[in-house]
């Protein structure tokens, strides 16, 4: 990798790790394009009852182990989960939910992993934390996709039983840029192996892992292709040392790691895949991965909705129910109706991932993006409802002698999930550009300017032929018709809603191509907005299907009121879209970059600066 590569080889090394192909269809991607392919997603699959009934039967025990032999503010005083506790998460097989049952795992679909989290998650998140960062994105789900039948046989049963796995990406100068990775694996003279070198930052369970998958450079080289590649790496090789457990605002129980790995060897049937596939394997990895930190946000959004119940009905204020009173009622709705939007994109999305029928890497992403956001302002309400009790730490409330309700843990739990797996800023542009794939296809020498004059004279041909068929089909559909969807009762009128929207969308992004062509890649407050809107899209879409499915006047009210909402977010980012301040907020930030306002600093004191002196 380069050591301090341009924009365009940064640009080029994650271009070349997408994947670029679509084999199968996709709701997400055709919602982008004005298709709404509503029968992409309904009606939903059916739940196996053998997998329902292996999954239910999971949950009670995890349940009963939870209440029965975990401390949650035992975790949080001491910041570390128990050794006994990670023991009992073993000794019930919840390392292995997602790993099949003939290497020794559980083999739980992902709906029921989902569950699994969501309560895992409620009793306290470092729990949930560690068993997602140990199947989600640990050495399971690469082995899973990637690895070679020895490889599955040598470690599936292990990992599903006794041995805990992390993934080393990151490092200290590399966040969501992998050109400038600096770890090696410099493969050994007599071909048997590889030497890896370098430091890896935040691998979650790093500083408890037996083993780990490590993304590493191999340099190019006669009989070495090169590029980032997978290694397992178990963590009692010579020269792994967990430098520093790291600390942070929230998930205070989670064994996170700052690893360094000086010469370690791994052996040539350790790589995963093949050399320069790394990014790949990372990638393809997350698209049902990122379905893990979905669950969790959906689990504290049904908790919060328990909490504000009680606590709306308990507290009275003013001769009533604080709940009864509008500002808190509005509150409590939004929260209510935000856990089953949350819930039911979800759901929709991870029947999919278990019947295989779809691809759902832009509909995996729009999960994680829109239930770490959502998650985090259904936090913030919950805090404000419950008020001065919502800011007490858990441990102060039960000193008091009431009930310990950690609002405020959650709270600091909840914020990460906004950063990692892809901080909200990345996941806007990974979909953004998923979701103008086609015309990359069609017009992308002429938008990039790549290429000579005949060549972009015989691409302008082929996307003329291409627009001329598409955008007529923009102009009309199913949501101007009053009788579309009628099978969904008095949902249809949000699904005719998202039918045109998903059209309007479509078109808003042909105009911004338009205008600004390659540049538009910049215009990252705008493509923001488009992926938040297609993501709402998505909500709205899920909430109707799910209503449906579980058939109820109860979920179709939920499901109203959250379409409602919704739909209010819809329009005010279309109205965003053209009507905006960006330019003059970049041109502000380049200023302040400058130094041009450090005046406005005046009359602080940096206690980080003083230590950093002394």
Same mark, same amino acid.
Request: proline share 4%; charged share 25%; aromatic share 8%.
């Given at each position: 990798?380069?050591? &301090?590569?341009?924009?365009?080889?940064?640009?080029?090394?994650?271009?070349?790790?997408?994947?670029?192909?679509?084999?199968?269809?996709?709701?997400?991607?055709?919602?982008?394009?004005?298709?709404?392919?509503?029968?992409?997603?309904?009606?939903?699959?059916?739940?196996?009852?053998?997998?329902?009934?292996?999954?239910?039967?999971?949950?009670?025990?995890?349940?009963?182990?939870?209440?029965?032999?975990?401390?949650?503010?035992?975790?949080?005083?001491?910041?570390?989960?128990?050794?006994?506790?990670?023991?009992?998460?073993?000794?019930?097989?919840?390392?292995?939910?997602?790993?099949?049952?003939?290497?020794?795992?559980?083999?739980?679909?992902?709906?029921?992993?989902?569950?699994?989290?969501?309560?895992?998650?409620?009793?306290?998140?470092?729990?949930?934390?560690?068993?997602?960062?140990?199947?989600?994105?640990?050495?399971?789900?690469?082995?899973?996709?990637?690895?070679?039948?020895?490889?599955?046989?040598?470690?599936?049963?292990?990992?599903?039983?006794?041995?805990?796995?992390?993934?080393?990406?990151?490092?200290?100068?590399?966040?969501?840029?992998?050109?400038?990775?600096?770890?090696?694996?410099?493969?050994?003279?007599?071909?048997?192996?590889?030497?890896?070198?370098?430091?890896?930052?935040?691998?979650?369970?790093?500083?408890?892992?037996?083993?780990?998958?490590?993304?590493?450079?191999?340099?190019?080289?006669?009989?070495?292709?090169?590029?980032?590649?997978?290694?397992?790496?178990?963590?009692?090789?010579?020269?792994?040392?967990?430098?520093?457990?790291?600390?942070?605002?929230?998930?205070?129980?989670?064994?996170?790691?700052?690893?360094?790995?000086?010469?370690?060897?791994?052996?040539?049937?350790?790589?995963?895949?093949?050399?320069?596939?790394?990014?790949?394997?990372?990638?393809?990895?997350? &698209?049902?991965?990122?379905?893990?930190?979905?669950?969790?946000?959906?689990?504290?959004?049904?908790?919060?909705?328990?909490?504000?119940?009680?606590?709306?009905?308990?507290?009275?204020?003013?001769?009533?129910?604080?709940?009864?009173?509008?500002?808190?009622?509005?509150?409590?709705?939004?929260?209510?109706?935000?856990?089953?939007?949350?819930?039911?994109?979800?759901?929709?999305?991870?029947?999919?991932?278990?019947?295989?029928?779809?691809?759902?890497?832009?509909?995996?992403?729009?999960?994680?993006?829109?239930?770490?956001?959502?998650?985090?302002?259904?936090?913030?309400?919950?805090?404000?409802?419950?008020?001065?009790?919502?800011?007490?730490?858990?441990?102060?409330?039960?000193?008091?002698?009431?009930?310990?309700?950690?609002?405020?843990?959650?709270?600091?739990?909840?914020?990460?999930?906004?950063?990692?797996?892809?901080?909200?800023?990345?996941?806007?542009?990974?979909?953004?550009?998923?979701?103008?794939?086609?015309?990359?296809?069609?017009?992308?020498?002429?938008?990039?300017?790549?290429?000579?004059?005949?060549?972009?004279?015989?691409?302008?041909?082929?996307?003329?032929?291409?627009?001329?068929?598409?955008?007529?089909?923009?102009?009309?559909?199913?949501?101007?018709?009053?009788?579309?969807?009628?099978?969904?009762?008095?949902?249809?009128?949000?699904?005719?809603?998202?039918?045109?929207?998903?059209?309007?969308?479509?078109?808003?992004?042909?105009?911004?191509?338009?205008?600004?062509?390659?540049?538009?890649?910049?215009?990252?407050?705008?493509?923001?907005?488009?992926?938040?809107?297609?993501?709402?899209?998505?909500?709205?879409?899920?909430?109707?299907?799910?209503?449906?499915?579980?058939?109820?006047?109860?979920?179709?009210?939920?499901?109203?009121?959250?379409?409602?909402?919704?739909?209010?977010?819809?329009?005010?980012?279309?109205?965003?879209?053209?009507? &905006?301040?960006?330019?003059? &907020?970049?041109?502000?930030?380049?200023?302040?970059?400058?130094?041009?306002?450090?005046?406005?600093?005046?009359?602080?004191?940096?206690?980080?600066?003083?230590?950093?002196?002394?």
């Amino acid at each position: 990798m380069a050591s &301090n590569p341009t924009y365009e080889q940064s640009k080029q090394v994650a271009e070349a790790s997408r994947e670029a192909e679509w084999r199968l269809p996709s709701f997400g991607k055709e919602l982008f394009l004005g298709d709404f392919r509503l029968d992409l997603i309904h009606p939903q699959p059916k739940l196996d009852p053998e997998s329902v009934e292996r999954g239910e039967a999971f949950l009670r025990r995890l349940r009963a182990f939870l209440t029965e032999r975990v401390d949650p503010l035992q975790i949080e005083a001491e910041a570390r989960i128990p050794d006994d506790v990670i023991q009992g998460l073993k000794d019930l097989g919840a390392l292995g939910m997602k790993i099949p049952a003939e290497y020794g795992g559980l083999g739980l679909s992902q709906v029921y992993y989902n569950k699994a989290l969501a309560l895992a998650g409620t009793w306290h998140s470092s729990i949930s934390t560690l068993l997602s960062a140990h199947q989600s994105i640990g050495l399971p789900e690469p082995l899973r996709h990637f690895g070679s039948e020895a490889q599955k046989r040598e470690w599936l049963p292990k990992l599903a039983s006794d041995h805990v796995s992390a993934f080393l990406l990151t490092e200290p100068d590399v966040g969501s840029d992998p050109a400038r990775m600096s770890c090696t694996a410099v493969p050994t003279e007599d071909g048997t192996g590889y030497r890896i070198n370098g430091v890896k930052l935040w691998a979650t369970n790093g500083a408890i892992a037996d083993v780990v998958v490590v993304m590493a450079v191999v340099p190019k080289s006669e009989g070495h292709r090169g590029g980032i590649t997978a290694f397992i790496c178990p963590c009692d090789r010579e020269g792994v040392t967990i430098e520093h457990r790291n600390a942070f605002m929230g998930l205070r129980g989670i064994e996170n790691s700052a690893t360094v790995l000086e010469d370690v060897f791994v052996p040539e049937e350790n790589l995963i895949g093949r050399e320069g596939e790394g990014l790949k394997i990372a990638l393809t990895t997350l &698209n049902t991965g990122r379905l893990a930190l979905p669950a969790i946000c959906v689990g504290v959004g049904k908790w919060a909705t328990k909490v504000v119940r009680e606590w709306g009905n308990e507290r009275v204020q003013w001769g009533q129910p604080v709940g009864k009173h509008d500002a808190v009622a509005q509150k409590i709705a939004f929260i209510a109706a935000s856990a089953f939007g949350l819930e039911a994109m979800l759901d929709v999305a991870s029947r999919l991932a278990d019947e295989k029928r779809a691809d759902i890497r832009i509909e995996a992403a729009i999960a994680k993006l829109y239930a770490s956001e959502m998650g985090w302002k259904i936090t913030d309400e919950l805090v404000q409802v419950r008020g001065g009790r919502g800011y007490e730490t858990a441990d102060s409330l039960e000193a008091r002698g009431e009930r310990g309700v950690p609002v405020e843990q959650v709270m600091r739990d909840m914020r990460i999930n906004r950063i990692f797996e892809g901080s909200t800023e990345i996941m806007h542009l990974l979909i953004a550009r998923e979701a103008v794939d086609q015309h990359l296809e069609v017009a992308g020498e002429i938008l990039e300017g790549d290429g000579d004059l005949r060549q972009k004279a015989g691409v302008a041909v082929q996307a003329a032929k291409f627009y001329a068929r598409w955008l007529p089909q923009l102009a009309v559909g199913e949501g101007q018709k009053p009788g579309a969807f009628d099978e969904f009762g008095e949902l249809a009128t949000h699904l005719r809603f998202a039918e045109r929207s998903s059209r309007k969308l479509a078109r808003s992004t042909f105009y911004a191509m338009s205008r600004w062509q390659a540049k538009l890649e910049k215009r990252q407050a705008f493509l923001g907005r488009i992926v938040d809107i297609g993501a709402e899209l998505f909500a709205i879409s899920s909430a109707c299907v799910y209503a449906r499915t579980l058939g109820t006047q109860e979920a179709s009210e939920l499901a109203d009121v959250f379409c409602q909402q919704s739909r209010r977010r819809v329009d005010d980012l279309f109205g965003a879209l053209w009507a &905006n301040d960006d330019d003059a &907020n970049h041109a502000l930030a380049l200023r302040v970059l400058d130094g041009a306002h450090t005046w406005i600093e005046d009359g602080i004191a940096d206690p980080a600066e003083a230590r950093a002196r002394d």
